[in-house]
């Protein structure tokens, strides 16, 4: 199996910028698509972006799109999620996520492993 540990939430000021990352171990990482979610409080947990196992393919929100970046480093086992320009709507719990999928990695049915969450908050 695959245990995913995020890090790097914090406190930022509206248009600051932040760096998440997920560490992943117990098997092979370049097997998985990975993805971050985010849920807000009273909303329901929704995929920010996504990273093929390739890394070839990436897949953005439309609200982060322009502003956050995901990337990968397989030789490190470790995804990352930039986050640039942030907004206070962009305050959430931010979870890393995986899965061996053959599709595209933008429903969350594709995802079998996730991290325990990384707060990100962000003030006006």
């Known amino acids: 199996q695959v245990q995913l540990v995020e890090s790097g939430g914090g406190l930022v000021q509206a248009g600051g910028s932040l760096r998440l990352s997920c560490a992943a171990s117990g098997r092979t990482f370049s097997d998985y698509t990975m993805g971050w979610f985010r849920q807000a409080p009273g909303k329901e947990r929704e995929l920010v972006a996504a990273?093929?196992?390739?890394?070839?393919?990436?897949y953005y929100a439309d609200s982060v799109k322009g502003r956050f970046t995901i990337s990968r480093d397989n030789a490190k086992n470790t995804v990352y999620l930039q986050m640039n320009s942030l907004k206070p709507e962009d305050t959430a719990v931010y979870y890393c996520?995986?899965?061996?999928?053959?599709?595209?990695?933008?429903?969350?049915?594709?995802?079998?492993?996730w991290g325990q969450g990384t707060q990100v908050t962000v003030s006006s």
């Open positions: 996520a995986a899965g061996r999928t053959t599709g595209w990695g933008i429903s969350i049915d594709e995802y079998d492993y």
């Open positions: 990273i093929r196992w390739s890394g070839s393919s990436t």
